[in-house]
């Protein structure tokens, strides 16, 4: 079973910044890639950053220049570094790491979400 647990969310003023972060534990037999997505109620979940095994990382048009993501590949932490954040920026932003738990297979396992608030 693996754990994956988002953090660091919160009420920031626009134009403001923001450090989320995403801790896996659990079984982990090898990572192939870490997503940062988002959801606002009523749509769809949307990728924001994926970050590769390989180091490709790729972004979101809407957040492309704005937010970074990193990975601690001993820990199995992923960061979401968010700058000039907007009010549109708001959501509830979930970490999916794409891994192998045993399985020999590539799965991606969520956590419940952490809030993100652009407001002042």
């Known amino acids: 079973q693996v754990h994956v647990v988002e953090s660091g969310g919160g009420l920031v003023q626009p134009g403001g910044s923001q450090i989320l972060s995403c801790a896996a534990t659990?079984?982990?037999?090898?990572?192939?890639?870490v997503a940062w997505y988002r959801q606002v109620r009523g749509n769809r979940r949307e990728i924001v950053a994926r970050?590769?095994?390989?180091?490709?990382?790729l972004y979101g048009e809407s957040v492309e220049g704005r937010f970074t993501i990193s990975g601690d590949n001993v820990e199995n932490t992923t960061y979401l570094q968010m700058s000039s954040l907007k009010p549109e920026d708001s959501a509830v932003f979930y970490c999916?790491?794409?891994?192998?738990?045993?399985?020999?297979?590539?799965?991606?396992?969520w956590g419940q979400g952490t809030q993100v608030t652009v407001a002042s």
């Open positions: 659990g079984r982990i037999v090898a990572v192939n890639a």
């Open positions: 970050f590769t095994k390989k180091g490709q990382r």
């Open positions: 999916g790491p794409d891994v192998d738990d045993g399985s020999g297979s590539w799965q991606v396992f």
